[in-house]
C-alpha cells in the first residue's frame, strides 16, 4: 500500500483546452478517472472535457413526488367526500369531475417540483465520492482539477502542469464548507 | 424619422451601436474575477440614500399595510368602500394585478431558458426575485379581503375534529394550492442557480455574511456531479414552472369566469388574463431593471440597452395579444346580445367611470403601439421605464374595470351601485406596493442580484465567426 | 352515506303573489325580528350596507299619466342549483339535502363574499361590523337563532329554526308534519296572504296548488337556478 | 477575525426563545386546564349520592324531554326533598341559606355549547338516548364533569354510528347551524 495525497491543479478560465489536456496526461500517469474531479465556476459537459458521464436521482425522486401529490389529490378529491358528503348546488359528490382536475393537476406539480428540490438538496449534503477539497478560485473562474494519486509520482504530477501552465496546490482538503 | 430624431434630439444615434458586437453584453467579456468583483460591490454598497429608502419603505409596510389591515380586522369591513352589490374591490383588483406581475420571472426566466434566448442571462435573477415578492405581496390578498382572517385556515386541507375538509369545487380553494404551489416553486427556483452565487459569496466575505451563505450554499464546490445535478433540476423546474404559471392565472381569472356574474362568465378569461399578466409582468421587469440599472453600482455594464430592446419587443408583441383577447372578449358580449352584458359593456363606455375604460385603452394599446415600434426609443432606459409605467397602471386599471365597475352593475337595475375605495383600502394597497419595494430594496444588498455564472457561461458561449467577410455573432451550446 | 337526489328534489317553496303584495314591508319587519338580523342605522342603509334577508323592490308600472307601483319581495330564491355554494372554499353556503334549502353557516363562513358576488338575486348579506344591541334591544333576540358577528355572510333560511323545531314537534309526537303547520316569520306576518309557504314534494298542499297557476313565474329562471320561490303576477292594477 | 458565537448560542436569543417557549406551552397548558376542569359550583353537588339512592335525571333536569333545554333545578326544586331529611353538612347549609334569602341558586352550566350550536335534549331523549351517552357516568361523578373531545366529530360520530338510515338528516348543516 502506498498513501495517496490530493493535489489540485488550478487552470486560468482561459486555459481550458490545457485543463482538458491534463486529464489524458493523468489518465496516462495512471490515476483512474474517479480518482480525478473536476470543479468549475461555470458547468463545461462531460465531453469538453472527456470526462465519464455523471447521473443523478433527481429526476426520479421528481417523479416519485409528482406520484406521492397525484395520490394526495386522489384522497383529497374523492376521499374527503366519503367523509362528510356535503352537496353544493348539484354538482356531484363522490365522483367530481371535472373538477377535481384542477386540484390535481397542482397538486402533482406541487410534488413534483418540491421532491426535486429535496432530491437536490439531500443529494448535495449527501457526501460526494472522489477526491475532496475546495478553493476560493474557482469561483473566479478558475478550473481546479482534483485528483488523488500515489505519493512516489508527486514529481511528475509537478512537472506535467507546470508544462500546462497551471499551479498546483496541496492541503485543499482543510476548508469545511458547510456547517 | 427626421421629427423622430429632434423629437429625441439627446439620443444617440444607434447605427453604430448596431455594428460594434461590443455593445452587447455577450461580446464584452470581462474576466471573471472582475465580474465577482462588481457583483460584490453592487451588495455591499450602501448609500445614506439606501438606508433612507429602506427605513422609510419599512416604516410605510408597518404603518400603511399592518397598522391599516390591524385596524380593519379590529373593527371590521365597514371601514372599507364595499357596500351591496360590490362585494370585491381594490383589494382582488391589487391581488390579481400583484399575481399578474409575478409572471414576469417565470416567464423571463423560464420560457426564455428553455428557448435559449441569451439575452435573458443577466436578469433573470432580478426577474425571478419580482415574481417571489410579487406572490408574496400578492398572496396576502386572500388573506386581508377575509371578513374573518383569523379562521382563514378552514380553508386549508388538513385532518380535523369537524370532519369537514375544503370544498374543492371553489376556485378560491384551487387559488390557495395553485398560489402555495407558485410560490414555493418559484422561490425554489429563484434559490437553484442562486447556490453557485451564493458560493461566490461565501468566498468573499466574512463574519456573519459569510456564515449565512455558507448555510444557503450548501457547500456547493462546482463539482462536475453538483453542476450536472443543478442542471437537470433547473431543467425540470423551467418546465413545470411554466404550467403552473399558466395555471395560476387560470385559476385566477376562474375566480370570475365560473361565476354567473354579467361580463365575468367568459370563456376567453383564461388567455386573456394571462395574456395581461405577462404583459404587466414584463413591463414591471423593465420598470424594475430600470430602476436598478440606475441605482445599484456596475448594473450598467450588465444591463444595456440590448436589453431594453427586446423586452420592448416582447412587450409590444404582448400588447398586440392582450388587444386581440380584449376585442375577442368585447365583441362576443357585445355581439351574444345579453341584455345584461351590453349593459355593462356600455357603462364601461359610457358611464360615470368611463374614464377607467379609456385610460385602459390608451394605456395599453395606443402607448405601446405608438411608441415600441421604434428603436430608438425602445433602446432608450428612461423612455421604457415611462411606457412600462404606463402599462401597469393600464393593467391594473383593467382589472379595476372587471372587479368593481362590473360587479356594480348587474341584472338587476335595482341592485345598481357604485364603489369607492376608501383611505384605509388604499392605505393597504399602497402599503404592499412598500413591501414590495422593501423586500426588494433588501434583498438587492444581500443576494447577488446578477447570475454570474449564467454571465460568465454565456460570454464563454459566444463567439464572433468571420462569414465571408463579416463577423457573425454565433453561440456555441456547452451542455 | 347520503343518497345523491335524481332528478329535481323538491322540498319548501314559497308562493309571492304579487298581485295580492301591497307593499307594506310587514314581511321585512317580522323577518328582521324573528332572525336577528342586525339593524345597521340609516347611513349604512343609505350607502348600501342595510342588512334585509327580505326587501320590497318597488318598481314603477306603466306610462305616465297611469304610473302604478309594483311590489317584488325579494328574499333568498332556496335555488335547486345554488350559484352560490359551489364557490364557497369552506362548505359555508351549502345544500341542505334534508330540507331541500340553501344554508349559511355563519360558524364556517370566513367571508370571502363570493357567494354574494355569485346571487344573481343579491339575496345574500354581509356582516360589516359586529351588530349593535343596546341594552333593552337585547331582550328582543331571538334564542332560536345565531347572532352573526362582523365578517360573515347571511341570507334567508326559510325559518329553518321553524322549520327543524316543526318537524322535531311533529316527530315526537309521532305524526306527519301538517301543512302550514310550518310557516316562515314573513308568511306569517304578511296581511294580505300575498306569500304562501309549504311542501312542494306534497302535490296536494296550498303552496304546490298555487305554484302551478298560470300566473306563475321564477325570477331569472333563463340562469337554471331552480328557485324555489314561485312569483304570481299578471292580474289586476290593484291585484287579483 | 475572532470567531465569533454563531446567532442561536448568544445568552439573549437563548433566553429570549426559552421564555417564548415558556409562554406558549403555559398557554396551551392553562387553556386545557381551565376548559377541562369542572368549574367551581356554589354548592359542591355529590350526584353520585343523589344518584345512589335511586333519584332519576329527569327529576331535577325536568326540560330535557320538553325542549332545547334540561334545564337545572332550583331552590323549591332542592328544598322540597331537604327540608326533610338532615341538615347537617356544610353545604346543606349553604343551601339553606338561599332558600332563606329566597334566591336562586347561581349554578354553573358544565356541558355548554357555543351560540352557533343549536343543541336539543328533546329529540335525543326521544330518540332513546341515555343522558350518560354525553354527560358521563354521574352515579361515579360527584361534581359535574365537563366530558372531554365533545367537538363536531363527536356528535356526527354518534349521529352516524346511532341512526345510519338517518344519517341524511342528520348530517345535514341546519341541524345543528341556523
Same mark, same amino acid.
Given at each position: 500500500?502506498?498513501?495517496?495525497?490530493?493535489?489540485?491543479?488550478?487552470?486560468?478560465?482561459?486555459?481550458?483546452?490545457?485543463?482538458?489536456?491534463?486529464?489524458?496526461?493523468?489518465?496516462?500517469?495512471?490515476?483512474?478517472?474517479?480518482?480525478?474531479?473536476?470543479?468549475?465556476?461555470?458547468?463545461?459537459?462531460?465531453?469538453?472535457?472527456?470526462?465519464?458521464?455523471?447521473?443523478?436521482?433527481?429526476?426520479?425522486?421528481?417523479?416519485?413526488?409528482?406520484?406521492?401529490?397525484?395520490?394526495?389529490?386522489?384522497?383529497?378529491?374523492?376521499?374527503?367526500?366519503?367523509?362528510?358528503?356535503?352537496?353544493?348546488?348539484?354538482?356531484?359528490?363522490?365522483?367530481?369531475?371535472?373538477?377535481?382536475?384542477?386540484?390535481?393537476?397542482?397538486?402533482?406539480?406541487?410534488?413534483?417540483?418540491?421532491?426535486?428540490?429535496?432530491?437536490?438538496?439531500?443529494?448535495?449534503?449527501?457526501?460526494?465520492?472522489?477526491?475532496?477539497?475546495?478553493?476560493?478560485?474557482?469561483?473566479?473562474?478558475?478550473?481546479?482539477?482534483?485528483?488523488?494519486?500515489?505519493?512516489?509520482?508527486?514529481?511528475?504530477?509537478?512537472?506535467?502542469?507546470?508544462?500546462?501552465?497551471?499551479?498546483?496546490?496541496?492541503?485543499?482538503?482543510?476548508?469545511?464548507?458547510?456547517? | 424619422?427626421?421629427?423622430?430624431?429632434?423629437?429625441?434630439?439627446?439620443?444617440?444615434?444607434?447605427?453604430?451601436?448596431?455594428?460594434?458586437?461590443?455593445?452587447?453584453?455577450?461580446?464584452?467579456?470581462?474576466?471573471?474575477?472582475?465580474?465577482?468583483?462588481?457583483?460584490?460591490?453592487?451588495?455591499?454598497?450602501?448609500?445614506?440614500?439606501?438606508?433612507?429608502?429602506?427605513?422609510?419603505?419599512?416604516?410605510?409596510?408597518?404603518?400603511?399595510?399592518?397598522?391599516?389591515?390591524?385596524?380593519?380586522?379590529?373593527?371590521?369591513?365597514?371601514?372599507?368602500?364595499?357596500?351591496?352589490?360590490?362585494?370585491?374591490?381594490?383589494?382582488?383588483?391589487?391581488?390579481?394585478?400583484?399575481?399578474?406581475?409575478?409572471?414576469?420571472?417565470?416567464?423571463?426566466?423560464?420560457?426564455?431558458?428553455?428557448?435559449?434566448?441569451?439575452?435573458?442571462?443577466?436578469?433573470?435573477?432580478?426577474?425571478?426575485?419580482?415574481?417571489?415578492?410579487?406572490?408574496?405581496?400578492?398572496?396576502?390578498?386572500?388573506?386581508?379581503?377575509?371578513?374573518?382572517?383569523?379562521?382563514?385556515?378552514?380553508?386549508?386541507?388538513?385532518?380535523?375534529?369537524?370532519?369537514?375538509?375544503?370544498?374543492?369545487?371553489?376556485?378560491?380553494?384551487?387559488?390557495?394550492?395553485? /398560489?402555495?404551489?407558485?410560490?414555493?416553486?418559484?422561490?425554489?427556483?429563484?434559490?437553484?442557480?442562486?447556490?453557485?452565487?451564493?458560493?461566490?459569496?461565501?468566498?468573499?466575505?466574512?463574519?456573519?455574511?459569510?456564515?449565512?451563505?455558507?448555510?444557503?450554499?450548501?457547500?456547493?464546490?462546482?463539482?462536475?456531479?453538483?453542476?450536472?445535478?443543478?442542471?437537470?433540476?433547473?431543467?425540470?423546474?423551467?418546465?413545470?414552472?411554466?404550467?403552473?404559471?399558466?395555471?395560476?392565472?387560470?385559476?385566477?381569472?376562474?375566480?370570475?369566469?365560473?361565476?354567473?356574474?354579467?361580463?365575468?362568465?367568459?370563456?376567453?378569461?383564461?388567455?386573456?388574463?394571462?395574456?395581461?399578466?405577462?404583459?404587466?409582468?414584463?413591463?414591471?421587469?423593465?420598470?424594475?431593471?430600470?430602476?436598478?440599472?440606475?441605482?445599484?453600482?456596475?448594473?450598467?455594464?450588465?444591463?444595456?440597452?440590448?436589453?431594453?430592446?427586446?423586452?420592448?419587443?416582447?412587450?409590444?408583441?404582448?400588447?398586440?395579444?392582450?388587444?386581440?383577447?380584449?376585442?375577442?372578449?368585447?365583441?362576443?358580449?357585445?355581439?351574444?346580445?345579453?341584455?345584461?352584458?351590453?349593459?355593462?359593456?356600455?357603462?364601461?363606455?359610457?358611464?360615470?367611470?368611463?374614464?377607467?375604460?379609456?385610460?385602459?385603452?390608451?394605456?395599453?394599446?395606443?402607448?405601446?403601439?405608438?411608441?415600441?415600434?421604434?428603436?430608438?426609443?425602445?433602446?432608450?432606459?428612461?423612455?421604457?421605464?415611462?411606457?412600462?409605467?404606463?402599462?401597469?397602471?393600464?393593467?391594473?386599471?383593467?382589472?379595476?374595470?372587471?372587479?368593481?365597475?362590473?360587479?356594480?352593475?348587474?341584472?338587476?337595475?335595482?341592485?345598481?351601485? /357604485?364603489?369607492?375605495?376608501?383611505?384605509?383600502?388604499?392605505?393597504?394597497?399602497?402599503?404592499?406596493?412598500?413591501?414590495?419595494?422593501?423586500?426588494?430594496?433588501?434583498?438587492?444588498?444581500?443576494?447577488?442580484?446578477?447570475?454570474?455564472?449564467?454571465?460568465?457561461?454565456?460570454?464563454?458561449?459566444?463567439?464572433?465567426?468571420?462569414?465571408?467577410?463579416?463577423?457573425?455573432?454565433?453561440?456555441?451550446?456547452?451542455? | 352515506?347520503?343518497?345523491?337526489?335524481?332528478?329535481?328534489?323538491?322540498?319548501?317553496?314559497?308562493?309571492?303573489?304579487?298581485?295580492?303584495?301591497?307593499?307594506?314591508?310587514?314581511?321585512?319587519?317580522?323577518?328582521?325580528?324573528?332572525?336577528?338580523?342586525?339593524?345597521?342605522?340609516?347611513?349604512?342603509?343609505?350607502?348600501?350596507?342595510?342588512?334585509?334577508?327580505?326587501?320590497?323592490?318597488?318598481?314603477?308600472?306603466?306610462?305616465?299619466?297611469?304610473?302604478?307601483?309594483?311590489?317584488?319581495?325579494?328574499?333568498?330564491?332556496?335555488?335547486?342549483?345554488?350559484?352560490?355554494?359551489?364557490?364557497?372554499?369552506?362548505?359555508?353556503?351549502?345544500?341542505?339535502?334534508?330540507?331541500?334549502?340553501?344554508?349559511?353557516?355563519?360558524?364556517?363562513?370566513?367571508?370571502?363574499?363570493?357567494?354574494?358576488?355569485?346571487?344573481?338575486?343579491?339575496?345574500?348579506?354581509?356582516?360589516?361590523?359586529?351588530?349593535?344591541?343596546?341594552?333593552?334591544?337585547?331582550?328582543?333576540?331571538?334564542?332560536?337563532?345565531?347572532?352573526?358577528?362582523?365578517?360573515?355572510?347571511?341570507?334567508?333560511?326559510?325559518?329553518?329554526?321553524?322549520?327543524?323545531?316543526?318537524?322535531?314537534?311533529?316527530?315526537?309526537?309521532?305524526?306527519?308534519?301538517?301543512?302550514?303547520?310550518?310557516?316562515?316569520?314573513?308568511?306569517?306576518?304578511?296581511?294580505?296572504?300575498?306569500?304562501?309557504?309549504?311542501?312542494?314534494?306534497?302535490?296536494?298542499?296550498?303552496?304546490?296548488?298555487?305554484?302551478?297557476?298560470?300566473?306563475?313565474?321564477?325570477?331569472?329562471?333563463?340562469?337554471?337556478?331552480?328557485?324555489?320561490?314561485?312569483?304570481?303576477?299578471?292580474?289586476?292594477?290593484?291585484?287579483? | 477575525?475572532?470567531?465569533?458565537?454563531?446567532?442561536?448560542?448568544?445568552?439573549?436569543?437563548?433566553?429570549?426563545?426559552?421564555?417564548?417557549?415558556?409562554?406558549?406551552?403555559?398557554?396551551?397548558?392553562?387553556?386545557?386546564?381551565?376548559?377541562?376542569?369542572?368549574?367551581?359550583?356554589?354548592?359542591?353537588?355529590?350526584?353520585?349520592?343523589?344518584?345512589?339512592?335511586?333519584?332519576?335525571?329527569?327529576?331535577?333536569?325536568?326540560?330535557?324531554?320538553?325542549?332545547?333545554?334540561?334545564?337545572?333545578?332550583?331552590?323549591?326544586?332542592?328544598?322540597?326533598?331537604?327540608?326533610?331529611?338532615?341538615?347537617?353538612?356544610?353545604?346543606?347549609?349553604?343551601?339553606?341559606?338561599?332558600?332563606?334569602?329566597?334566591?336562586?341558586?347561581?349554578?354553573?352550566?358544565?356541558?355548554?355549547?357555543?351560540?352557533?350550536?343549536?343543541?336539543?335534549?328533546?329529540?335525543?331523549?326521544?330518540?332513546?338516548?341515555?343522558?350518560?351517552?354525553?354527560?358521563?357516568?354521574?352515579?361515579?361523578?360527584?361534581?359535574?364533569?365537563?366530558?372531554?373531545?365533545?367537538?363536531?366529530?363527536?356528535?356526527?360520530?354518534?349521529?352516524?354510528?346511532?341512526?345510519?338510515?338517518?344519517?341524511?338528516?342528520?348530517?345535514?348543516?341546519?341541524?345543528?347551524?341556523?
Amino acid at each position: 500500500m502506498y498513501t495517496k495525497v490530493v493535489h489540485m491543479a488550478l487552470f486560468k478560465e482561459e486555459q481550458l483546452d490545457h485543463a482538458a489536456e491534463s486529464i489524458t496526461r493523468l489518465r496516462s500517469l495512471g490515476i483512474s478517472d474517479k480518482d480525478i474531479s473536476v470543479i468549475s465556476g461555470i458547468p463545461f459537459s462531460e465531453k469538453i472535457l472527456d470526462r465519464p458521464m455523471n447521473w443523478t436521482n433527481v429526476g426520479r425522486i421528481g417523479v416519485a413526488g409528482a406520484v406521492l401529490g397525484f395520490i394526495t389529490a386522489l384522497l383529497l378529491n374523492f376521499g374527503t367526500p366519503f367523509l362528510y358528503p356535503l352537496r353544493v348546488a348539484d354538482m356531484p359528490i363522490f365522483f367530481p369531475i371535472p373538477t377535481s382536475i384542477v386540484v390535481t393537476f397542482e397538486l402533482v406539480m406541487l410534488g413534483l417540483l418540491i421532491s426535486t428540490f429535496i432530491g437536490v438538496f439531500v443529494e448535495t449534503i449527501s457526501p460526494s465520492y472522489g477526491p475532496q477539497g475546495y478553493h476560493p478560485k474557482v469561483s473566479d473562474g478558475h478550473i481546479a482539477i482534483l485528483f488523488s494519486g500515489p505519493m512516489d509520482l508527486d514529481q511528475q504530477f509537478h512537472s506535467t502542469f507546470a508544462e500546462l501552465g497551471a499551479t498546483l496546490e496541496h492541503d485543499v482538503e482543510e476548508e469545511k464548507l458547510w456547517l | 424619422m427626421a421629427a423622430e430624431t429632434k423629437l429625441f434630439g439627446k439620443l444617440k444615434t444607434t447605427e453604430q451601436e448596431h455594428k460594434d458586437p461590443k455593445e452587447q453584453l455577450m461580446f464584452d467579456p470581462r474576466p471573471r474575477e472582475e465580474l465577482n468583483r462588481m457583483v460584490m460591490e453592487m451588495m455591499t454598497t450602501t448609500t445614506r440614500k439606501f438606508w433612507l429608502w429602506a427605513i422609510g419603505l419599512g416604516a410605510g409596510v408597518v404603518v400603511l399595510l399592518f397598522g391599516a389591515w390591524g385596524y380593519m380586522i379590529s373593527t371590521g369591513m365597514w371601514v372599507t368602500g364595499l357596500r351591496r352589490p360590490i362585494y370585491w374591490g381594490v383589494f382582488i383588483v391589487t391581488f390579481v394585478f400583484w399575481i399578474g406581475i409575478s409572471h414576469a420571472g417565470t416567464f423571463v426566466s423560464a420560457i426564455l431558458r428553455v428557448f435559449k434566448s441569451e439575452f435573458r442571462r443577466p436578469f433573470t435573477r432580478a426577474a425571478e426575485l419580482m415574481t417571489t415578492f410579487g406572490l408574496a405581496a400578492g398572496a396576502l390578498y386572500p388573506l386581508i379581503h377575509l371578513g374573518r382572517v383569523w379562521v382563514f385556515y378552514f380553508m386549508v386541507p388538513y385532518p380535523n375534529a369537524r370532519w369537514l375538509w375544503p370544498n374543492f369545487r371553489s376556485p378560491l380553494v384551487w387559488d390557495l394550492l395553485a /398560489i402555495t404551489t407558485y410560490l414555493l416553486s418559484s422561490t425554489i427556483y429563484l434559490y437553484l442557480p442562486l447556490v453557485p452565487d451564493l458560493a461566490m459569496a461565501r468566498d468573499r466575505t466574512t463574519g456573519i455574511r459569510h456564515s449565512a451563505y455558507k448555510i444557503l450554499a450548501l457547500g456547493w464546490r462546482g463539482t462536475e456531479a453538483e453542476w450536472f445535478r443543478l442542471k437537470k433540476a433547473i431543467q425540470i423546474f423551467a418546465f413545470a414552472i411554466i404550467p403552473v404559471m399558466f395555471s395560476v392565472h387560470t385559476i385566477v381569472s376562474w375566480d370570475f369566469a365560473v361565476s354567473q356574474v354579467a361580463g365575468w362568465h367568459s370563456t376567453i378569461f383564461g388567455p386573456y388574463f394571462i395574456i395581461g399578466a405577462i404583459l404587466s409582468g414584463v413591463s414591471a421587469v423593465v420598470t424594475i431593471l430600470y430602476v436598478l440599472r440606475s441605482t445599484l453600482k456596475h448594473m450598467d455594464y450588465f444591463l444595456r440597452p440590448e436589453h431594453f430592446d427586446a423586452l420592448g419587443k416582447l412587450i409590444l408583441v404582448f400588447s398586440m395579444a392582450w388587444a386581440y383577447f380584449f376585442f375577442n372578449d368585447y365583441l362576443l358580449g357585445w355581439y351574444g346580445g345579453e341584455a345584461a352584458v351590453r349593459q355593462i359593456l356600455t357603462a364601461h363606455a359610457t358611464g360615470p367611470a368611463a374614464w377607467v375604460w379609456y385610460t385602459m385603452l390608451i394605456c395599453n394599446i395606443v402607448i405601446p403601439w405608438l411608441t415600441l415600434w421604434n428603436r430608438k426609443i425602445r433602446r432608450t432606459p428612461w423612455l421604457m421605464f415611462i411606457i412600462t409605467l404606463l402599462i401597469n397602471v393600464g393593467m391594473y386599471l383593467e382589472r379595476y374595470t372587471i372587479i368593481p365597475l362590473t360587479l356594480g352593475h348587474q341584472r338587476t337595475p335595482f341592485d345598481w351601485g /357604485i364603489y369607492t375605495p376608501r383611505p384605509i383600502e388604499i392605505s393597504i394597497v399602497l402599503g404592499t406596493f412598500c413591501l414590495f419595494t422593501f423586500l426588494y430594496l433588501v434583498m438587492s444588498r444581500l443576494i447577488p442580484l446578477v447570475p454570474v455564472w449564467e454571465v460568465q457561461e454565456g460570454q464563454v458561449a459566444h463567439t464572433l465567426r468571420k462569414v465571408g467577410k463579416a463577423e457573425v455573432p454565433s453561440v456555441t451550446e456547452l451542455d | 352515506m347520503a343518497e345523491v337526489s335524481k332528478g329535481i328534489a323538491e322540498k319548501w317553496g314559497l308562493v309571492v303573489d304579487q298581485d295580492r303584495c301591497t307593499g307594506c314591508n310587514a314581511c321585512v319587519v317580522a323577518c328582521s325580528m324573528e332572525n336577528n338580523v342586525p339593524f345597521t342605522g340609516e347611513d349604512n342603509v343609505a350607502f348600501g350596507r342595510g342588512t334585509y334577508w327580505i326587501y320590497n323592490k318597488r318598481m314603477w308600472e306603466g306610462a305616465y299619466p297611469e304610473v302604478a307601483p309594483a311590489f317584488q319581495p325579494v328574499m333568498c330564491q332556496q335555488c335547486g342549483s345554488a350559484p352560490c355554494e359551489p364557490v364557497c372554499p369552506t362548505f359555508a353556503a351549502v345544500h341542505s339535502e334534508e330540507e331541500q334549502i340553501n344554508l349559511q353557516i355563519y360558524n364556517r363562513c370566513i367571508g370571502t363574499r363570493y357567494c354574494a358576488n355569485n346571487c344573481p338575486y343579491h339575496a345574500r348579506q354581509f356582516n360589516f361590523q359586529d351588530p349593535d344591541i343596546p341594552e333593552p334591544m337585547n331582550s328582543y333576540l331571538n334564542p332560536d337563532v345565531t347572532i352573526r358577528r362582523r365578517g360573515v355572510m347571511e341570507k334567508c333560511t326559510f325559518c329553518v329554526q321553524r322549520i327543524v323545531a316543526g318537524r322535531q314537534t311533529a316527530s315526537a309526537e309521532d305524526r306527519p308534519l301538517r301543512d302550514g303547520e310550518v310557516t316562515p316569520a314573513c308568511v306569517a306576518a304578511c296581511p294580505s296572504g300575498a306569500l304562501v309557504f309549504g311542501d312542494l314534494s306534497d302535490p296536494s298542499s296550498r303552496v304546490s296548488q298555487m305554484a302551478q297557476n298560470e300566473r306563475q313565474y321564477k325570477l331569472m329562471d333563463e340562469l337554471g337556478t331552480r328557485p324555489k320561490v314561485t312569483y304570481l303576477k299578471g292580474g289586476g292594477r290593484n291585484g287579483g | 477575525m475572532k470567531l465569533k458565537k454563531p446567532w442561536w448560542n448568544q445568552p439573549g436569543i437563548q433566553i429570549a426563545s426559552v421564555l417564548v417557549a415558556l409562554i406558549i406551552v403555559g398557554g396551551i397548558v392553562g387553556g386545557i386546564f381551565l376548559t377541562q376542569t369542572p368549574p367551581e359550583q356554589p354548592i359542591a353537588f355529590p350526584h353520585n349520592r343523589h344518584v345512589a339512592i335511586g333519584a332519576s335525571c329527569l327529576y331535577c333536569h325536568t326540560g330535557a324531554t320538553l325542549g332545547p333545554s334540561a334545564g337545572l333545578p332550583g331552590i323549591e326544586k332542592c328544598w322540597g326533598c331537604h327540608q326533610q331529611v338532615q341538615k347537617q353538612s356544610p353545604e346543606l347549609t349553604k343551601l339553606a341559606g338561599y332558600v332563606e334569602r329566597n334566591e336562586a341558586i347561581p349554578w354553573v352550566p358544565v356541558a355548554i355549547q357555543p351560540d352557533f350550536v343549536h343543541f336539543k335534549h328533546s329529540p335525543h331523549l326521544n330518540a332513546g338516548l341515555q343522558c350518560s351517552a354525553c354527560h358521563g357516568d354521574l352515579s361515579k361523578m360527584k361534581v359535574a364533569e365537563p366530558q372531554k373531545g365533545q367537538n363536531m366529530g363527536w356528535c356526527l360520530q354518534c349521529h352516524k354510528n346511532t341512526a345510519p338510515e338517518q344519517w341524511t338528516k342528520l348530517s345535514d348543516c341546519a341541524t345543528c347551524h341556523y
